[in-house]
């Protein structure tokens, strides 16, 4: 379903898109006198932006008849769960890597990404645990002692 | 000429450069060598080590990746029939078959001799053209460097992908993103919504590794992992006789001067040099009917092509500041990073860091020779590393990266948003390289252009009249009418067998 109308949703989405970005341009203020300023090029692009959008939507709906006609149906369907997840867990890593510090959040999200994407054949909790400690350990020694990269030490520090 | 080359010698030959070279080498074959790690990666997840050296030693680590990632991928191509990169397509087209028939030592010793000679010639080549060309180019101003920039972001946008609009609309995407922030010449903070962390923009890293490593992260989740690879590796012995060797003389020859070509045009590279090589060669044999049973004129154009584009591709960057693929995109970002103002001038400013890459691409060359020999077994091992335990480090190591920009977990945010991004444009069919280069180009086509109309006093009509602006200018128009003219052709074509496969 998606993919069947995947060109007109993301013209439509990058028209809008084109649209708000010129619009934002008005509030761009001429701070020297020649004859183009800060808002010119952004203006130019978001113009641009436009003009494809709609020769991607215009595409989209060729692509639509041609593939009506053909009546094939994409069976192929992607788990979009474990990507949402894989993305909750990203933010998540993010968000308390400043309170709990960069070892303690690095092991967490290692296990459970792993966990995430590992076949049930393959998921050997004690072994992911072995690793995510151990690799965060390594990166942060790594990191932080030979490229002096600070990263946040939370409660541990 | 050569007391620069020397020169450039010296100053990569210490100890911990060569380290360097060696250590990148390495982890250059063994990103190119696991399938869905590739060369951009393994230079995006490096590139923040090197922020803290000085640039001949950062940039020697990334020469190092760089011949090692493109190399890596014949190891899969022929064991398992799967390219580590794209560069290595057309190898799994007789690699695999020559591994079926036991003869796996013999294809890895004709790839891997092809690939050290292919980039040896490209990378002489590139020695001898680049600094006239740099000359050349000295003489350019805001006018010609402002053709130049729109007629490689066109050419890129249109060359990579099947749909031009998606690869044009890609590429002003990415100069869009490059306008968030301080405005060129005048400051003006754009498009910053009041976020004050926003006024410098975007930085360039966490742009190249959330497109090209997280989204790739979050593709692999959707189809959870597959079983483990295995890799059946019979081995009839590497040893090639000088007469076998002298036979692909001239098919090593013609593949090397394609890659080089392939290369040195912005925007195809080495993943279309290798087909193009192939192609040639199986039009040119005299047994066309082989290719595709594991003969070994197949794997010598595809991997001799493949490293020669590596010399080629970098032609454009050494002398107009241009990247011609994304590999070199991020190599731009390397030096941009480091403080070296990419273009023309960068071989009059700064030639003694131009001749280091030099000198280091050609011990890096060695090295890849080395370490494919002696660490073949190895390498193959790594083959069966479980992919859900090397991507979720290869994260982690890219948040450490973007962190340790500005030691600020901004740039972290910012990683994961242009991961989201890289991740609907690949779902949506739009492909990735035009917005890096849009990103990277956008910024230096505005200051062109006003710099341009500041010089003219308001006048557009010199980037017409200029000549060498205008020929460029030309070029950029009959290249785009070209693709579109033969992308309706191939549409028509398609549509029709599509329908001959439904009827039927």
């Known amino acids: 379903m998606l993919q069947r109308y995947s060109d007109i949703y993301s013209g439509i989405f990058l028209l809008l898109l084109g649209i708000g970005m010129y619009l934002t341009t008005f509030s761009f203020k001429e701070l020297t006198s020649s004859k183009i300023g800060p808002a010119f090029m952004p203006q130019i692009i978001s113009i641009f932006i436009c003009i494809v959008s709609v020769f991607i939507i215009v595409n989209g709906f060729k692509r639509l008849k041609f593939l009506n006609e053909s009546k094939e149906e994409q069976v192929e369907k992607p788990a979009y769960f474990p990507v949402v997840l894989s993305l909750v867990l990203m933010i998540g890593y993010l968000i308390l890597m400043p309170s709990l510090g960069f070892l303690m959040t690095t092991t967490l999200y290692l296990f459970f990404q792993m966990y995430l994407l590992a076949n049930k054949s393959t998921r050997k909790i004690p072994v992911l645990i072995i690793i995510s400690i151990v690799s965060s350990v390594v990166i942060y020694y790594i990191f932080h002692s030979l490229f002096y990269v600070m990263l946040p030490s939370g409660i541990l520090g | 000429m050569l007391e620069m080359l020397i020169a450039g010698f010296t100053a990569v030959l210490t100890f911990k450069i060569i380290l360097l070279i060696v250590l990148g080498v390495i982890l250059g074959l063994i990103f190119g060598s696991i399938p869905g790690l590739t060369a951009t990666m393994a230079i995006a997840i490096c590139l923040p080590i090197t922020y803290g050296m000085e640039p001949a030693a950062g940039m020697s680590l990334l020469m190092g990746l760089y011949i090692g990632g493109v190399s890596g991928g014949l190891i899969p191509a022929i064991l398992l029939k799967l390219p580590g990169t794209p560069s290595s397509i057309a190898t799994t087209f007789d690699g695999y078959p020559m591994a079926q028939k036991g003869l796996a030592g013999k294809a890895f010793s004709y790839a891997i001799l092809a690939s050290f000679f292919g980039g ?46 998606k690869g044009i609309m890609a590429g002003l995407l990415g100069i869009g993103f490059a306008m968030v922030g301080s405005a060129p010449i005048d400051a003006f903070p754009r498009f910053t919504f009041g976020f004050s962390s926003l006024d410098a923009g975007f930085n360039l890293l966490p742009v190249l590794i959330g497109l090209f490593a997280i989204s790739e992260i979050l593709l692999t989740a959707e189809q959870k992992m597959k079983t483990k690879l295995k890799a059946d590796y019979s081995n009839s012995g590497y040893r090639l006789t000088i007469k076998e060797l002298a036979g692909q003389g001239w098919n090593f020859l013609r593949s090397s001067l394609i890659g080089l070509g392939i290369g040195i045009l912005p925007g195809i590279g080495g993943g279309t040099s290798n087909l193009v090589a192939y192609a040639a060669a199986k039009n040119q044999s005299k047994n066309p009917e082989k290719f595709g049973t594991g ?67 050609l011990i890096a060359n060695v090295f890849m020779l080395a370490f494919l020999y002696l660490g073949m077994r190895g390498f193959i091992k790594l083959l069966s590393i479980p992919q859900h335990i090397l991507l979720p480090i290869i994260i982690t190591l890219c948040v450490v990266g973007a962190y340790g920009v500005n030691n600020r977990l901004f740039d972290v945010g910012a990683l994961l948003f242009f991961g989201v991004i890289g991740y609907l444009m690949m779902k949506f069919n739009f492909p990735l390289t035009p917005l890096v280069l849009g990103f990277i180009l956008g910024p230096l086509l505005e200051t062109n252009l006003r710099r341009g109309l500041m010089l003219s006093q308001g006048d557009f009509t010199p980037f017409l009249t200029e000549p060498i602006a205008a020929a460029f200018l030309l070029l950029t128009f009959f290249s785009l009418f070209f693709k579109f003219w033969k992308n309706r052709k191939n549409r028509k074509d398609l549509n029709v067998t599509d329908h001959n496969n439904v009827t039927s």
Request: net charge negative; no cysteine.
């Open chain 2, 120 to 165: 040896l010639l490209s990378i002489i080549v590139l020695i001898l053209i680049s600094p006239p060309l740099g000359n050349l180019a000295v003489q350019f101003g805001p006018f010609e460097y402002f053709a130049i920039v729109i007629f490689s972001l066109t050419l890129i946008a249109s060359l990579s992908g099947d749909s031009i609009s």
């Open chain 2, 295 to 361: 003969i070994p004129d197949g794997v010598v154009a595809s991997e001799s092509s493949n490293n020669a584009a590596i010399g080629g591709a970098l032609v454009p960057l050494v002398s107009l500041g241009i990247p011609g693929d994304t590999v070199t995109a991020m190599l731009l970002g390397g030096l941009v990073l480091h403080g070296l103002q990419p273009g023309p001038m960068l071989i009059q400013t700064h030639g003694d860091i131009v001749y280091g890459i030099f000198a280091a691409l």
